[in-house]
């Protein structure tokens, strides 16, 4: 069975290898043919390297109160028409309302582990061996080793009271909201030992127990009286080349049994000591050649434990949601009982069939399932989800099919837009009333603000602080505008404004024609990656990736 899956998984990469090669191939392919001239990169160096310095005024939009202006049905109906390609999805899409319910502790919940842990820490205090089985025996969640450890390798909160300790004291309880956790701690020891040790070992094994031992014994007493270690390890077939052991790999991971001792053994050896170590199924006889970064470290023993909710509390949220869905099957319904149930009824738009579940919950594929297989108006049943800690039910609010979105459904983004507009056609046509022909005309306009920009390209919008906005046009206008010259008002993306260059200058950079047109063409080769999606709505695929993630 193990091989059939190796040949299947082997089978897929091969499969795989080839699919992306041809992909790659393909993108290159396309990304060659976009390529760069001369004459665009003369304009694009021009666009960068030329700055201007400018007067700006400008009346925002935010002026012009929204009453002051209204939006016919017609004129939504208009620019609907006019950008629908705009408004093209290209998958179906769902609209849901969700009750999601996270279960938590309840006060009895967490009295109950407080006594626990209080009672565990009073036998800490008293307890003088085998910190391993005490600590097991306690539920926490921060198992003991026996072994000198960086602060680092400690849950944060207690390296952060460690000062506060005393060696052979208990600290705690007290509760850790960052985790949720109930602690206390016992520190055992406190010592300096390396954080890198550098080792050589042998590994001895025969036919059986006694063999290895007496062969381990020979080899041992060889080295001691003097014996080449590498040429000695080369005889049993291994190199005996010396490797470092740091305490990143070992601190905080759980260890007992031979991999605890080999630890301890290798941490603990002085430096070019031997030490003959038997195991459980071979014998090592190692060697430490060399120890780096001595710190201070601390042995201690730690009793942490989440405060979690009982079986109890998930049975009694379990009913009262369950009671909550079968009392409420429709959309109508839950929408208007949901408050005063005590839950909140949340929104997502636009669920697509290529996500992998709801609210960023774990465990809601069948929900999701279940969204793609309802009617508008219908509600689900109840979803036990999340680490098994949270309750949901999903609602249908509506289906938007492929194709074009329909107007009801984007009217709010048309509808700023043209309000945008006749404010800015309202501001215009005040501007011309005003007569104004100076930059300090306009400025004396009601709600006018003022700026001054400097270093202006063509090549980037220019953010306006007074406008709170960047305004792609004042680069574009700057770069053809006469010197001293006001500019007519400018329709911009937050106000209508009016411009004054007064300084142009170069920058010091060289025009290299090949260096920029390679510039340019990798810039246009990033826009190859796009052809993966018109061959994705070219292929009509339908994505249903849904029903297996």
């Known amino acids: 069975e193990q091989y059939a899956a190796l040949y299947k998984y082997w089978s897929f990469i091969e499969k795989t290898l080839v699919q992306s090669r041809l992909a790659e191939k393909y993108q290159t392919l396309v990304a060659k043919a976009l390529l760069s001239n001369p004459v665009e990169a003369q304009a694009t160096f021009d666009g960068r390297t030329s700055q201007y310095d400018l007067l700006f005024t400008a009346v925002p939009y935010s002026f012009v109160?929204?009453?002051?202006?209204?939006?016919?049905e017609s004129e939504l109906k208009e620019l609907y028409n006019k950008k629908k390609e705009q408004f093209k999805q290209y998958q179906e899409t769902r609209d849901i309302k969700y009750v999601d319910v996270q279960v938590t502790a309840s006060a009895?919940?967490?009295a109950a582990i407080q006594k626990e842990v209080d009672e565990a820490t009073e036998q800490l205090a008293g307890v003088t061996e085998d910190y391993t089985a005490f600590i097991r025996s306690t539920g926490s969640e921060v198992p003991y080793v026996d072994l000198l450890s960086n602060k680092t390798a400690l849950p944060s909160d207690v390296a952060a009271r460690l000062d506060s300790a005393s060696i052979g004291s208990v600290y705690g309880p007290y509760y850790n909201g960052s985790d949720n956790t109930i602690n206390s701690f016992k520190v055992l020891a406190k010592g300096a030992a390396a954080d890198s040790v550098q080792f050589r070992q042998i590994q001895v094994i025969a036919e059986d127990a006694a063999k290895t031992k007496a062969l381990s014994d020979s080899i041992y007493t060889a080295l001691k009286g003097g014996a080449d270690f590498v040429e000695l390890a080369k005889k049993y077939g291994q190199t005996g080349e010396s490797n470092w052991l740091t305490a990143a790999q070992y601190e905080g991971a759980q260890l007992d049994g031979d991999n605890l001792k080999f630890i301890s053994t290798v941490v603990n050896a002085g430096v070019n000591e031997l030490v003959k170590l038997p195991m459980a199924q071979v014998d090592v006889i190692l060697q430490v050649t060399n120890k780096k970064a001595v710190k201070d470290k601390y042995k201690v023993a730690v009793i942490k434990r989440e405060v979690e909710f009982s079986k109890e509390t998930y049975n009694?949220?379990?009913?009262?949601?369950?009671?909550?869905?079968?009392?409420?099957?429709?959309?109508?319904?839950?929408?208007?009982?949901?408050?005063e149930a005590g839950y909140k009824l949340l929104d997502r738009s636009d669920v697509s069939a290529a996500e992998h579940g709801i609210g960023g919950v774990r465990?809601?594929?069948?929900?999701?399932?279940?969204?793609?297989?309802?009617?508008?108006?219908?509600?689900?049943?109840?979803?036990?989800?999340?680490?098994?800690?949270?309750?949901?039910?999903?609602?249908?609010?509506?289906?938007?099919?492929?194709?074009?979105?329909?107007?009801?459904?984007?009217?709010?983004?048309l509808k700023a837009e043209i309000v945008k507009e006749k404010k800015a056609?309202?501001?215009?046509?005040?501007?011309?009333?005003?007569?104004?022909?100076?930059?300090?005309?306009?400025?004396?306009?009601?709600?006018?603000?003022?700026?001054?920009?400097?270093?202006?390209?063509?090549?980037?919008?220019?953010?306006?602080?007074?406008?709170?906005s960047s305004e792609s046009l004042v680069g574009a206008y700057a770069s053809v505008a006469e010197a001293d010259k006001l500019s007519e008002p400018i329709k911009g993306n937050a106000g209508v404004f009016v411009l004054q260059m007064y300084g142009k200058e170069k920058t010091n950079e060289t025009f290299d024609v090949k260096e920029e047109e390679n510039v340019l063409t990798n810039m246009h080769a990033r826009f190859a990656s796009r052809m993966m999606n018109d061959l994705y709505l070219k292929g009509k695929v339908k994505d249903t990736r849904y029903l297996f993630f």
């Not at 109160?65 to 016919?72: F, G, L, M």
């Not at 869905?325 to 109508?332: D, F, G, H, I, M």
């Not at 999701?368 to 109840?382: I, N, T």
């Not at 989800?385 to 984007?410: I, W």
Request: glycine letters at 4%.
């Open 316 to 339: 009694r949220a379990y009913n009262d949601f369950s009671q909550f869905v079968a009392a409420n099957p429709t959309l109508e319904k839950m929408t208007a009982n949901a408050e």
């Open 108 to 110: 009895e919940d967490k």
């Open 363 to 413: 465990g809601t594929k069948e929900a999701l399932r279940w969204v793609f297989s309802a009617k508008p108006g219908d509600v689900s049943g109840l979803y036990e989800c999340g680490e098994s800690d949270h309750l949901m039910a999903v609602a249908l609010v509506n289906v938007t099919p492929e194709g074009y979105r329909p107007l009801k459904d984007v009217q709010e983004i």
């Open 425 to 468: 056609e309202k501001i215009m046509a005040d501007m011309k009333a005003a007569n104004a022909s100076t930059l300090d005309q306009y400025k004396a306009m009601p709600g006018a603000v003022s700026d001054s920009l400097k270093m202006v390209t063509f090549a980037a919008p220019a953010y306006v602080p007074s406008l709170r």
């Open 65 to 72: 109160p929204d009453s002051a202006v209204s939006v016919k």
